[in-house]
């Protein structure tokens, strides 16, 4: 998704409202089952865009306590401003793909979890402890 800069200028504010399937299956912690929902306004600033609106998806991962994968619906809020770098400038649009993928790395959690209950795995005899006892005597 890109948005000319001179467009943006002339019209003061561009909808965005697309699919956007970068993280769709993607190997990071920032995947998603499907594209993600892009819903954004953005606003020419001084050298800079003002960006708001929200970011949908089903987001999968791995639990960090029972290893187990699962799958997460995540609403992202956006209200940022985007200060244009030099690419952007020279080249007079702004690669707004780039700044969803910032604004979901920041939000997908360092340690990610299945339930905020997970009990995890036993460090003795590896069972998964949200699905069985522990087996240690």
């Excluded at 954004?40 to 800079?48: D, K, V």
């Excluded at 649009?93 to 979890?113: A, F, G, K, T, W």
């Amino acid at each position: 998704m890109k948005v000319s800069l001179d467009r943006l200028n002339k019209e003061r504010r561009i909808e965005i409202d697309e699919d956007d399937p970068q993280f769709a299956g993607s190997p990071g912690r920032e995947s998603t089952v499907g594209p993600l929902r892009v819903r954004l306004l953005l606003r020419a600033a001084a050298g800079a865009v003002q960006v708001t609106g929200t970011l949908n998806g089903v987001f999968t991962g791995v639990c960090d306590r029972c290893m187990e994968p699962f799958t997460r619906e995540r609403h992202i809020t956006v209200d940022e401003v985007f200060e244009l770098d030099e690419v952007e400038t020279r080249s007079r649009e702004i690669n707004v793909s780039s700044h969803v993928r910032d604004i979901v790395m920041e939000q997908v959690p360092v340690r990610q979890l299945c339930s905020d209950g997970c009990r995890g795995i036993c460090t003795g005899c590896s069972a998964n402890l949200n699905r069985e006892q522990c087996r240690c005597t």
